[in-house]
């Protein structure tokens, strides 16, 4: 009989995900999404929108970040942050004070959920005016209030799936030295939570910007994101209306971020972190 030999891969042949034989930095899609999305902005400005200038080209973006000036945009980006980083914390907290909850008594679950709910389908647009209404004139109390109501019924959701994601082995371990419900939170749940914990946080982060957002846009207040928002529309400022969309796209991006690193850092047994190249 004739042998049949099976040639392996040569040696020096480059590896799936490589390019050239060199790996493909983790930046070079999202490098190339985003000069795409540029070049497909600039031609549909260009050829579509090109006579009333309603969607304006990039470059027309930035011209007019230039002509407002870095302060303006700061000190009205400052005072929304601000309001949605309060109501982000306390959303979250109320999210993990109902999951603990659940957790410890289980009979109140049915309730815990109901509220989570409640929180998701009442339409920000309808509760807004109401807290407006009772809240002080001039306070920030509507953008907070709907940057919270934003985040609760997401991170319930995550703090319960971590809680519950405990290992069950170490659960009766803790049961079998005597230890209590609240041990085995403190000990084991928390420690297991923490992943999913942070997951919610991320997400919470950029509803909670919006929420701040769109609170300040009802009115009561005098600055904002949401009031120079108002203003551009107002005066149809296009390239400003645009710019202020970008602007908070990419704040509430870099807070969802920022919480992945912490996230990575905190919990580096997680599944979240980046996996080695070549596994």
């Not at 009989?1 to 040569?10: E, K, R």
């Not at 709910?117 to 647009?125: D, G, H």
């Not at 019924?153 to 371990?173: I, K």
């Amino acid at each position: 009989m004739t042998d049949v030999h099976v040639a392996g891969p040569a040696v020096g042949t480059p590896r799936s995900g490589r390019a050239g034989g060199r790996e493909v930095p983790p930046w070079a899609g999202g490098a190339i999404g985003a000069v795409s999305v540029l070049v497909v902005w600039s031609l549909v400005s260009s050829v579509f929108f090109g006579a009333d200038g309603i969607v304006p080209t990039p470059w027309g973006v930035l011209r007019e970040f230039g002509d407002t000036g870095f302060a303006t945009y700061w000190n009205n980006l400052s005072v929304t942050t601000a309001s949605a980083a309060q109501g982000w914390l306390w959303g979250n907290l109320v999210a993990v004070a109902l999951a603990v909850v659940v957790l410890l008594v289980p009979a109140l679950e049915g309730a815990a959920n109901q509220v989570a709910v409640i929180s998701y389908c009442i339409p920000l647009t309808a509760i807004g005016p109401i807290v407006l209404i009772v809240s002080e004139p001039g306070a920030r109390t509507a953008s907070t209030f709907l940057a919270a109501l934003s985040v609760v019924f997401t991170s319930v959701v995550g703090c319960l799936l971590g809680l519950r994601a405990a290992d069950r082995t170490a659960l009766d371990v803790v049961h079998a030295y005597g230890g209590s419900k609240w041990t085995a939170l403190v000990k084991v749940r928390l420690v297991a939570a923490l992943p999913n914990v942070f997951g919610a946080l991320q997400l919470a982060a950029p509803a909670a910007f919006l929420g701040a957002v769109l609170g300040e846009y009802l009115g009561g207040v005098d600055s904002g994101i949401g009031i120079m928002i108002i203003a551009a529309q107002t005066n149809l400022e296009y390239a400003r209306i645009w710019g202020l969309a970008i602007l908070c796209g990419a704040v509430a991006g870099l807070a969802y971020v920022l919480i992945g690193l912490v996230a990575k850092l905190l919990t580096p047994w997680s599944s979240t972190g980046e996996r080695k190249a070549g596994l």
